[in-house]
């Protein structure tokens, strides 16, 4: 192994910590440990990983929303660990992002086996490379944290909004339409109500526009939709 990957182990569980430790290390690589889903996240967002090893059952955050969370920005080889076998459980991981999954017990060699694999499926090592932070003039959006800045001001919003609001972030620049991102927040079935989105949008820009009828961060396309421009760009 020409260079060191570094994998964040996260399970609450110190006995599984432990096992993950000395097989990861003994084989050349670099390991951090979280015993906690925000721990995870929050070691996640400071430094860069090769890879995650993820335990879906733990107490407070489980491991499905971390991976959720890792997935809004980074494609970090994650790998899934259940002590249930169950496949329900298994297909949730891989639809939220997940690359492969273990199930306690396993062993040593099997764990290295998937680790091996998963890292030599990624494109490269840089894809652990993640913008940790989105930046659009006085708007920060802290990925990681899920938290959402205007200059020094924390803002709060609801899980729809900041659904919403990614929706735009990660498609800066482009003009999305209203079924567009009903489909994507809300689900098919809201495709044609326009009137929730209307709302929610206005809502969103009270929370983070300094003058919501002179947005800069959401704006309206007519006939077309609606997009987060460049900030070069006049809306």
């Known amino acids: 192994m020409n260079e060191k990957k570094r994998v964040l182990i996260v399970d609450d569980e110190p006995r599984y910590l432990r096992l993950l430790e000395a097989n990861l290390l003994s084989n050349g690589y670099e390991v951090v440990k979280a015993s906690s889903g925000a721990e995870a996240l929050d070691l996640f967002s400071q430094d860069e990983f090769h890879l995650v090893l993820l335990d879906i059952m733990m107490p407070g955050m489980d491991g499905f929303t971390v991976c959720q969370r890792i997935r809004e920005y980074s494609d970090v080889p994650i790998i899934m660990i259940t002590a249930l076998g169950d496949e329900a459980e298994r297909v949730r991981g891989l639809d939220l992002g997940a690359d492969d999954y273990l199930v306690k017990p396993f062993s040593a060699t099997e764990l290295l086996a998937r680790a091996r694999a998963v890292l030599r499926r990624a494109k490269n090592s840089q894809g652990a490379l993640l913008r940790r932070k989105f930046r659009h003039g006085d708007l920060v959006i802290d990925f990681a944290r899920a938290e959402v800045w205007r200059g020094d001001t924390l803002i709060s919003l609801s899980a729809t909004e900041y659904r919403l609001l990614l929706q735009f972030v990660h498609n800066a620049g482009r003009v999305l339409s209203a079924e567009e991102l009903l489909t994507n927040v809300w689900g098919k079935e809201y495709s044609k109500d326009k009137e929730i989105l209307w ?26 939709g609606y997009l987060m421009p460049p900030l070069d760009e006049e809306p």
Do not use: F, S, Y
């Not at 709302?199 to 007519?222: F, G, M, S, W, Y």
């Open 199 to 224: 709302v929610t949008i206005a809502r969103l820009r009270q929370k983070l526009e300094e003058d919501p009828h002179n947005p800069r961060h959401i704006v309206t396309r007519t006939g077309l």
